[in-house]
């Protein structure tokens, strides 16, 4: 986080590995259940909306697809809902469901800094800026919300959390009063005679409450969110042109004329034109504008028309720039909407804009049976946007189809000859009635002077109804799925949308924004050396645990704020055990039988109902959890639901009726507590898989899971295998009578073939107690499902565990088992068919062949072989088109520093080298000031090559691109392998490339080191003694043949060969070097680069 990262569960990171090792599921419904086992036909409905869709098909066809594809890759898993929501503690603050109530990021919030986009708000969130919302009164005391009592009004509440939530599907609401809303289906909205009500669920006899009171941008800035430089040109009338520099402020003047320009004018390509009619200029609004513009923009020209209005244009294309950049378009009157600026600006500006709306074309309608305050449009999409802006000075309104659309067409024939066709459209109304017409006159009002007076005498002269504070649900569809988002606000647990109270997010979602503090017990702990159960030591450790799990749920941190407020909230908990099959094996009973169902039983329900107990005892002293008073009869009602479940344990079977009495006991004693002082957690317990922490607490099995395997391997994430045999084993066979020595032997066997199948002197009436998860004598899958029916009656939550099939189980037999999980009262299935996915945790062998042949699976007519061999095709493809991967420097590495000098600039190269010795990365220090822009610049460039070296970039094609590149800083170094180089880039690579490269590819890019000059000088000595010298002195040109002895020309004389050269700077070879293939002039005597010619 500190380095930059975003570490939020919904930032980019995360979604990107999101689906790993996840668990995907369906949930059914008991009707759905009652529908496979009759053979009927089910109706699929909308997610979004509820409405049927497409066609009838058979419930068992389409659940033999579910289990089709859990058979394939063990996914989904079946949730039943019908049940989970039968045990739910807290059914009151919303059912449990598996998605979030949100809203599309168009969809505005009242807030303290306008009517924002909810886009925008998360936005702006993100940064940091603290945003202010307005929460209702009205909704104080639900669903835990404990701040003040309700009331009227609203209250500026900072949100602990504005969160995106993904991409959902949406519905859109339209309400009698044409108040249009869009939302998740789930989400819920306040109704006065209901409380909250989700989207999906609203009838037209709820009465959803509108805003009510103000809701001031008290907070906006006065600054304009747009800027132009140019400046307003405008002509006097003596001809002369004058400049004014726009506004960058907001003003009410400004708010007022763009207000009358969305009424009565239009942007064109050319001017910006207000069009005002008699009684405008009557009562001196076409003056007051006037005014407006000459001081905004520098004036406009006046100009009376023949059909008796007046014009006002302004010219300057700099103003039609100011007022796009603030939202005015310059759309036809049906597609006009209010500019997005206005839902931002400040409140006082806000009312401006509705006075020159509202004056423009907004009347005062008074007759003896009709009086209201109305403005007409063609657009309805600004009427709605309208209703928004007024509901956030706390007036309602409705909007009214006044003309229904009509066939006529208008028509005409332009200057040009065109002929033009029009079709009339229909025409709308919205009408602010009985109180809110006070609340209009005062808050807003017009800018024309006789509508006010007009609309000031009828509030005098008439009494006024109460407007009606609510409105009902016309229509609801689908409205596609978008990016949705949503906020956790903790005072009143409610916020307003577009005129409308609703609920946010963190205390209706129990399971889905909730946290649950998981602790298991290793239950061999507790057993005696008879095999009892030591019912008051375990006593004794649920009451530690359960205290301690509580006191940590407010201190903790969470991934959200929605989550801790929820956890807070609820104060959910998640107490389980670990080695269950162990405890069963130890005790002589098979996992499948009955006595191992009654004492797992018996177990889950004292720890359960011990649990209760003590949460209650500690909301006698400190509370019950927040939304316990609003879930009170249904809490109530689960917990007795618990304690009846334990009178069916049959004691009989467990040999421990010391046991069942206690659990029993528990709960006797859970539930008269709880009714008087209630419980502290909503839930208590649950059977977490444990998968990690049963080998922390040194456990033979996991979670309720008999054990997998006498002998398995287990698959670590960062690599390799660690065995793993089960010590259950000796105990279980001295509970059965075996003496030491048939122990040793039967053990002996296990070690040597992993099974203990054929162990001499093992009676075969007792091989099921040592029964497990995979292999011959597997525990079928009806014996996993009977073990979870037994114990989730005296579970607060669901149990994680996995039902193992054989890889030939078939699809009917997956299908049988979720129908048998729902007939016994499971919550939740998941299946896990051997082989069904590309890796697994847990084997019974080491990648090794133990004898047994494997069985060969048929799929649709190939062979598992045929399978594996197309599946090896496929991720060999695959991988062969995939990109670069980054092989990254090991934790320790070697280095070479070397310190260098450059036109007077001083720094040190590090390169870090892999474990062959070729460079991976390069580091620069002391280059220029700490923030510099050279340092910056060229600690950039160390990054870049770093990155493309672990890319795979080969050194050498870096080098051909920096080496030899010129700008400053230049000059002479101190470095007698590179005395002069042309930028700090060029002397970096040559000097990588002269530690890091061979001589062959440093002579063809042209870098002279010491064994390359060697070289060139060995065989330029060689050449002059063949008198085969072919420098240019010698005629032979760049890279020329030497030109062949004329006939009858004295042969010259034999060439001397050259002494070494004493120092670099010395004459280099004359004979060119080749870069890129090509003859280069030769190297300078300064520095050892490459001239041109």
Request: net charge negative; aromatic share 8%; glycine share 10%.
């Amino acid at each position: 986080r500190d380095a930059g990262f975003d570490m939020s569960i919904d930032g980019d990171g995360f979604i990107s590995i999101q689906y790993q090792n996840a668990n995907n599921s369906v949930r059914v419904t008991d009707e759905f259940m009652h529908a496979v086992e009759a053979d009927e036909e089910w109706r699929t409905t909308s997610r979004a909306t509820g409405e049927p869709v497409g066609e009838p098909i058979q419930a068992r066809e389409l659940m033999r697809e579910i289990a089709e594809a859990a058979w394939r890759c063990a996914d989904p898993g079946i949730q039943f809902d019908t049940t989970i929501n039968q045990w739910h503690t807290s059914p009151n603050s919303g059912r449990i469901n598996a998605s979030n109530p949100c809203f599309p990021g168009d969809a505005r919030v009242h807030t303290t800094h306008g009517l924002m986009p909810f886009e925008e708000l998360y936005e702006r969130w993100t940064t940091g800026e603290i945003i202010e919302v307005y929460t209702h009164r009205a909704t104080a005391g639900e669903n835990g919300s404990a701040s003040g009592p309700k009331g009227d009004g609203v209250v500026a509440s900072t949100p602990l959390q504005v969160m995106r939530t993904g991409v959902k599907p949406i519905v859109n609401l339209r309400f009698a009063n044409g108040l249009e809303l869009r939302c998740t289906p789930n989400h819920k909205l306040w109704t006065t005679n209901r409380g909250y009500v989700a989207a999906e669920e609203l009838t037209a006899e709820d009465r959803v409450m509108l805003n009510d009171s103000p809701t001031p941008a008290e907070d906006a800035s006065w600054e304009l969110p747009v800027t132009v430089a140019a400046k307003a040109k405008s002509f006097s009338r003596g001809g002369s042109v004058a400049f004014t520099e726009l506004p960058d402020r907001w003003s009410e003047g400004l708010g007022e004329i763009m207000g009358h320009l969305v009424g009565d004018g239009c942007l064109t390509d050319s001017s910006t034109v207000f069009v005002y009619g008699g009684d405008d200029v009557e009562d001196c609004t076409l003056e007051q504008h006037e005014m407006y513009l000459y001081e905004l923009f520098g004036g406009g020209s006046r100009q009376d028309m023949d059909n008796g209005t007046v014009q006002l244009r302004v010219g300057s294309s700099a103003v039609r720039e100011l007022l796009r950049g603030l939202g005015v378009t310059g759309a036809r009157a049906h597609d006009k909407r209010v500019p997005a600026s206005v839902f931002k600006a400040p409140v006082e500006v806000q009312a401006a804009f509705l006075r020159g709306l509202f004056g423009a074309d907004g009347c005062v309608s008074w007759t003896e049976n009709n009086r209201y305050v109305g403005l007409g449009s063609r657009s309805d999409a600004l009427l709605r946007d309208v209703q928004r802006l007024i509901s956030a000075f706390g007036t309602r309104s409705q909007i009214y189809n006044v003309a229904t659309r009509s066939q006529a067409r208008f028509e005409y024939t332009r200057v040009d000859g065109t002929q033009v066709a029009y079709d009339s459209r229909s025409g709308f109304d919205l009408r602010i009635t009985g109180s809110d017409m006070q609340l209009f006159a005062q808050r807003i009002g017009f800018s024309t002077r006789r509508k006010n007076d007009r609309l000031a005498a009828m509030n005098a002269v008439h009494s006024r109804y109460s407007t009606k504070p609510t409105t009902q649900l016309k229509g609801r569809e689908a409205d596609g799925q978008e990016q949705v988002y949503n906020l956790s606000e903790p005072m009143h647990h409610s916020y307003i949308v577009d005129g409308v109270v609703v609920a946010n997010c963190s205390e209706y979602m129990h399971v889905d924004d909730s946290a649950c503090n998981l602790a298991s017990i290793n239950l061999m702990k507790f057993r005696r050396p008879d095999g009892t159960f030591d019912v008051s030591r375990f006593e004794h450790v649920v009451d530690i645990m359960l205290l301690a799990q509580e006191i940590v749920v407010t201190p903790s941190s969470y991934p959200t704020e929605q989550i801790g407020t929820n956890a807070r909230a609820f104060r959910q908990l998640g107490l389980g055990y670990a080695n269950l099959g162990a405890f069963l094996m130890s005790n002589g009973m098979a996992y499948d039988s009955d006595a191992g169902r009654a004492t797992a039983a018996a177990i889950t329900a004292l720890m359960t109902g011990r649990g209760y107990l003590q949460s209650a005892k500690v909301a006698a002293a400190m509370g019950p959890y927040d939304a316990y008073a609003l879930n009170r009869e249904a809490h109530n009602d689960v917990m007795r639901m618990h304690r009846d479940a334990s009178l069916a344990i049959p004691d009989a079977v467990t040999g421990d009726t010391a046991l069942v009495d206690a659990a029993r006991e528990s709960w006797s004693e859970a539930v008269a507590l709880g009714e008087l002082y209630g419980y502290r957690n909503a839930q208590a317990s649950v059977l977490a898989p444990t998968g990690t922490i049963s080998f922390l607490m040194d456990c033979d099995t996991t979670g309720v899971e008999p054990d997998f395997s006498l002998v398995k391997f287990k698959e670590l994430v960062g690599g390799g295998t660690m065995t793993i045999v089960n010590r259950t084993v000796p105990m279980a066979l001295r509970t059965l009578g075996y003496g030491e020595d048939d122990v040793a032997a039967i053990v002996a066997h296990i070690d040597a073939t992993n099974s203990i199948i054929d162990a001499p002197g093992l009676l075969d009436d007792h091989l099921d107690v040592f029964d497990v998860a995979v292999g011959s004598r597997a525990i079928s899958h009806e014996g996993h499902i009977k073990m979870m029916g037994a114990v989730q009656p005296f579970l607060s939550g669901a149990i994680s565990k996995t039902v193992n099939m054989p890889q030939t189980a078939t699809v009917e037999d997956i299908a049988d088992a979720y129908i048998e999980a729902w007939r016994l009262g499971v919550k939740a299935l998941a299946i896990y068919r051997d082989g069904s996915k590309t890796a697994q945790a847990l084997r019974t062998d080491a990648q090794e062949s133990k004898g047994e042949e494997p069985a060969t699976v048929v799929v649709e007519g190939y062979t598992e072989a045929d399978l594996e061999k197309a599946v090896e095709a496929a991720v060999a493809k695959a991988v062969s088109n995939d990109g670069p991967k980054r092989k990254r420097m090991p934790r320790e590495r070697e280095s070479i520093t070397h310190k260098f000098s450059l036109g007077g600039h001083e720094g040190y190269i590090t390169a870090g080298k892999y474990e062959d010795g070729t460079v991976g990365e390069i580091f620069l220090t002391d280059i220029g000031k700490e923030g510099s822009t050279m340092r910056g610049m060229m600690n950039s460039f160390a990054t870049s090559i770093s990155i493309a070296l672990q890319y795979g970039v080969p050194l050498e094609t870096l080098v051909r691109k920096f080496a030899y590149m010129r700008f400053e800083p230049e000059g002479i170094t101190q470095n007698s392998e590179i005395p002069f180089a042309k930028s700090m880039p060029d002397y970096i690579m040559r000097w990588l490339a002269s530690r890091f490269l061979d001589a062959d590819v440093q002579e063809d890019l042209g870098i002279l080191t010491p064994e390359v000059r060697a070289r060139k000088l060995g065989e330029d000595a060689a050449s002059s003694a063949a008198g085969d010298s072919i420098g240019p002195a010698n005629g032979a040109g760049n890279g020329g043949a030497a030109k062949p002895p004329i006939a009858g020309a004295a042969a010259p004389a034999a060439a001397v060969p050259a002494p070494p050269t004493a120092a670099l700077t010395d004459t280099p070879p004359s004979r060119p070097a080749i870069l890129r293939g090509l003859d280069l002039g030769p190297a300078c005597n300064q520095c050892g680069g490459m001239m041109q010619r």
